[in-house]
Each structure stands twice: as structure tokens, then as C-alpha cells.
């Protein structure tokens, strides 16, 4: 029963799939980037953390495998999710760390 903002998998994340999940950030208190791989399709999704980030949104950030796990260009998403955990996002990397941090801020 969650709304989704859906891309063809293993796609590019397109304008009109990346816009709707823009609008669904703008609106939530808390923003979960989860341990995905990231690559040049999506590593644009990002940007809806730290967008949330600077508006005052709660930022949960999975940081397990990151380098493993990071196929952009010149190690992108390892670089913006540090930047974000300096800027004050929470890290998390197992779903345990994930539901405490959620029950902490009432989510």
C-alpha cells in the first residue's frame, strides 16, 4: 500500500519517475536510502536525500558495502553519503540500526 515512484528496472531513473518520487520526498519527514547498488542510472536518486537533508527532513543512510557496492563515476554515491552523514544524516547497515532509528523519531 506504499507509493511508489517506479523506473523499468535496471534503467536510468527518467524524468517523469524521478520527478514524482521529488514530490513524494518533499513531503516526508524521514527519507531511507537503503543499501542498493549505485551506478550512473541512479545515483540521481541521491539528490532526494539531500534535498530532504537541507529542508530539515530526517535522512536515514545505509552505509554497509558502500565502496562495494558503488558503480558511479569516480565513486559518486560514496561521496555524497558522506557528505550527507557530515551534514547530519544517520547512518545505518543492518535493519535492526534502520527500525531503532525509526522508533526513535516516532516513524
Not at 68 to 74: H, I, L, Q
Not at 82 to 92: F, L, R, T
Request: proline letters at 5%.
Amino acid at each position: 500500500g506504499i507509493r511508489a515512484a517506479l523506473e523499468k528496472p535496471f534503467s536510468p531513473v527518467g524524468h517523469q519517475a524521478f520527478r514524482k518520487a521529488e514530490e513524494m520526498a518533499a513531503m516526508a519527514k524521514t527519507v531511507i536510502v537503503c543499501e542498493v547498488p549505485f551506478g550512473p542510472g541512479n545515483v540521481i536518486n541521491l539528490k532526494l536525500a539531500e534535498d530532504a537533508l537541507k529542508r530539515g527532513a530526517r535522512v536515514l543512510v545505509n552505509n554497509a558495502n558502500l565502496q562495494a557496492r558503488d558503480y558511479s563515476a569516480d565513486q559518486q554515491a560514496v561521496i555524497r553519503i558522506m557528505e550527507m552523514i557530515e551534514q547530519g544524516a544517520h547512518p545505518w547497515t543492518s535493519l535492526h540500526e534502520l527500525i531503532r532509528e525509526l522508533v526513535k523519531s516516532g516513524n
